[in-house]
């Protein structure tokens, strides 16, 4: 279901027909609720002469479009939506991300990280996510203030810049919000305009943007 056919179909009263991938409850706590740790990947002493990181990727259907998701020795590196059944272009910014490094689709290897998204809040079989994340300090700094936000909850790109301890860097906050990796799990969704939510460079598409805060309002009723 593309994310604009989910927003058209969103009841806040009725929700239990919104989605209709049997896969994923409607009534979970999205994007996540899950325990978060950051660790930045480190290339080891053994792989000094080799490539910089083993990074498996998968594809997959979610409520809210295709979307890929890269890992590094089960944690994962990256999140990313893709439209008109073409990853061509979001794989191609995994390798410049990554660049260097070893890249293998694998569907087996990515799964659990799939599963621990959409699937592990309801049948809390799922271990903790963790994330290992390529980024400068500021940026980092950005990604955290997003993962300390609540399901539900928007704040503005200056409310960003003064909770980090940087009240003019907004613009430099808006970059550190476009380059987020993960998205979904590091929910720059949840980072609006100071006027309006419809906020046209959202990387993944205003559409989505959308979906996602309905989802999350949604899921605020009972």
């Given at each position: 279901?593309?994310?604009?056919?989910?927003?058209?179909?969103?009841?806040?009263?009725?929700?239990?027909?919104?989605?209709?991938?049997?896969?994923?409850?409607?009534?979970?706590?999205?994007?996540?609720?899950?325990e978060?740790?950051?660790?930045?990947?480190?290339?080891?002493?053994?792989?000094?002469?080799?490539?910089?990181?083993?990074?498996?990727?998968?594809?997959?259907?979610?409520?809210?479009?295709?979307?890929?998701?890269?890992?590094?020795?089960?944690?994962?590196?990256?999140?990313?939506?893709?439209?008109?059944?073409?990853?061509?272009?979001?794989l191609?910014?995994?390798?410049?991300?990554?660049?260097?490094?070893?890249?293998?689709?694998?569907?087996?290897?990515?799964?659990?990280?799939?599963?621990?998204?959409?699937?592990?809040?309801?049948?809390?079989a799922?271990?903790?996510?963790?994330?290992t994340?390529?980024?400068?300090?500021?940026?980092?700094?950005?990604?955290?203030?997003?993962?300390?936000?609540?399901?539900?909850?928007?704040?503005?790109?200056?409310?960003?810049?003064?909770?980090?301890?940087?009240?003019?860097?907004?613009?430099?906050?808006?970059?550190?919000?476009?380059?987020?990796?993960?998205?979904?799990?590091?929910?720059?969704?949840?980072?609006?305009?100071?006027?309006?939510?419809?906020?046209?460079?959202?990387?993944?598409?205003?559409?989505?943007?959308?979906?996602?805060?309905?989802?999350?309002?949604?899921?605020?009723?009972?």
């Open positions: 279901m593309s994310p604009k056919h989910f927003l058209s179909n969103l009841d806040r009263r009725s929700r239990t027909d919104s989605v209709r991938n049997k896969n994923v409850p409607v009534r979970m706590n999205f994007p996540h609720q899950v978060v740790c950051f660790k930045v990947p480190k290339r080891s002493k053994s792989t000094e002469k080799g490539p910089a990181f083993d990074i498996k990727y998968g594809l997959y259907d979610s409520p809210f479009g295709a979307l890929v998701i890269a890992v590094i020795e089960e944690k994962i590196c990256a999140l990313a939506f893709f439209d008109n059944k073409n990853p061509d272009s979001t191609s910014a995994l390798y410049q991300r990554f660049a260097g490094s070893l890249f293998t689709k694998d569907q087996d290897a990515t799964k659990a990280a799939y599963e621990a998204i959409f699937v592990g809040m309801r049948t809390k799922m271990g903790p996510v963790t994330l994340v390529k980024g400068t300090l500021f940026q980092i700094k950005v990604w955290k203030t997003l993962l300390s936000t609540t399901r539900g909850q928007l704040l503005t790109y200056g409310d960003v810049a003064r909770t980090i301890g940087h009240p003019r860097a907004v613009r430099a906050v808006g970059s550190a919000v476009g380059h987020n990796p993960i998205s979904l799990i590091i929910p720059c969704h949840r980072v609006i305009g100071t006027t309006s939510i419809f906020d046209t460079q959202y990387r993944w598409g205003p559409d989505r943007k959308l979906a996602l805060i309905g989802w999350e309002q949604a899921a605020k009723f009972p």
